[in-house]
């Protein structure tokens, strides 16, 4: 019977139904239907609605229903599953005695500029065994499960090297082939320029296109490449010049844009016609509605800006502009050693004015959407993934309500149950 379910009873069924990122005010737009039941056949949605129509059709199609699973979701909220399209899930070592670092005023680039941040990271990942980076893998997939999280996005970018950077990839597809969440690999070897190549970041980004990129579209390590647009990392020409040059290789585009400093990243975004640009925090107005346009999506990451201490991102503003916004989480050992969701949400909610609907909107669709996936997950439509949250309150919006804790009781992964709070601690 693994992946068929019903779910009925649904006191709000929060459908976010769309095969495509939404935008401005369509976030807004859930989709919500009360008293709502959805059906996984073999892993795929294929009934959604009221739970009386669905039952009644359900067996008049001649359904054997003792093939199914069922979950009364009475009382409770469903949705989609969410998306982390943003994360640096594989590293070895941590950077506790840097954040204690940040506490006393040392900026996230002093530390770098100083051998600290990424590049302690890369030392300790270049040394890592294949078996030690799935391990504590596993581990923060399994939390990262538990915050309702069904797909999540890992970048490399921990090695600066071919070896460690392939070894990072080939952990990733690992760890989607132990692990019930699916992982979406994404290439980032120009997440900083490493010490041997410092002052030649051009002959870097020569390496990566030479070198790794071949490989890494090669064998399919990856689906993605991205770039650290950055002052003192990458310019915006050397980035153009990695990402169109990924591109030609199969990998689709993504950048860190616009974090620390207005560089042109989100201009960039919009002009190669990357699937998404993160961060944004100093993005302009000319970018940003430049993305609009374009139809890049906006990934942003409020609890690094919480992390570092800096304004956030301006979430308002690029829904109002038209834009499409994502949020994720950004974990990783630095600027963001947290994997919560609900964290995420409290913060956009309280920090960048988006309402409970948005929110869900960015953790799911337009979640699916910055991975290039909407046409498969993100949403409660037949046909799709059936991937679902069921919540253990009766509304979505108690999800940035109970702040900084997770209301998620149980996660479906393709019609199965993989994971409930219930269950915990027996």
């Not at 999540?152 to 080939?170: F, H, M, N, P």
């Not at 302009?284 to 992390?307: I, K, N, Q, W, Y």
Request: net charge negative; glycine share 10%; charged share 20%.
């Amino acid at each position: 019977m693994s992946g068929n379910l019903i779910i009925k009873n649904a006191s709000e069924l929060v459908t976010c139904s769309a095969f495509a990122a939404k935008r401005g005010r369509a976030m807004s737009n859930l989709g919500i239907i009360a008293d709502g039941a959805v059906v996984i056949e073999q892993g795929r949605i294929s009934r959604v609605g009221p739970t009386a129509e669905v039952m009644t059709d359900l067996e008049a199609s001649g359904g054997d229903l003792s093939l199914f699973e069922t979950i009364d979701a009475s009382g409770k909220a469903v949705l989609p599953g969410f998306v982390d399209s943003h994360t640096h899930l594989v590293f070895g070592g941590d950077r506790a005695e840097e954040y204690a670092w940040r506490l006393k005023g040392d900026s996230y680039m002093d530390i770098l500029q100083r051998g600290g941040g990424i590049l302690s990271t890369v030392a300790a990942t270049r040394s890592a065994s294949f078996q030690e980076l799935t391990d504590a893998g596993l581990k923060r997939l399994d939390s990262m499960l538990s915050f309702g999280v069904t797909t999540v996005e890992g970048k490399s970018g921990y090695g600066l090297d071919r070896a460690t950077e392939i070894k990072q990839l080939e952990v990733m597809a690992d760890l989607n082939r132990l692990h019930p969440l699916d992982v979406v690999p994404t290439f980032m070897g120009a997440h900083a320029v490493p010490p041997e190549y410092k002052g030649r970041e051009d002959d870097y980004i020569d390496f990566l296109l030479k070198e790794v990129v071949p490989e890494v579209a090669g064998r399919q390590l990856a689906e993605f490449c991205d770039v650290f647009c950055e002052k003192n990392v990458f310019s915006v020409e050397q980035s153009r010049r990695l990402l169109t040059g990924a591109a030609q290789s199969g990998l689709k585009p993504k950048l860190h844009a616009d974090e620390i400093v207005r560089l042109g990243g989100a201009e960039l975004g919009a002009e190669i016609g990357a699937v998404s640009a993160d961060h944004l925090l100093n993005a302009s107005d000319e970018g940003l509605r430049a993305m609009a346009t374009a139809g890049v999506v906006a990934t942003l990451l409020p609890a690094t800006a919480f992390s570092l201490r800096e304004p956030y991102a301006r979430g308002r503003f690029m829904i109002d502009a038209g834009c499409a916004v994502a949020l994720a989480t950004d974990f990783n050992p630095g600027s963001c050693f947290s994997e919560s969701v609900p964290l995420v949400a409290a913060l956009a909610a309280l920090y960048m004015n988006l309402s409970p609907e948005e929110i869900v909107t960015a953790l799911t669709i337009n979640g699916a959407a910055a991975l290039d996936r909407a046409q498969m997950i993100g949403s409660i439509d037949p046909g799709k993934q059936g991937d679902v949250v069921i919540l253990e309150n009766p509304s979505y919006r108690f999800i940035p309500y109970h702040l900084g804790v997770s209301t998620v009781e149980k996660v479906i992964k393709r019609g199965t149950l993989v994971f409930n709070k219930l269950d915990q601690g027996e």
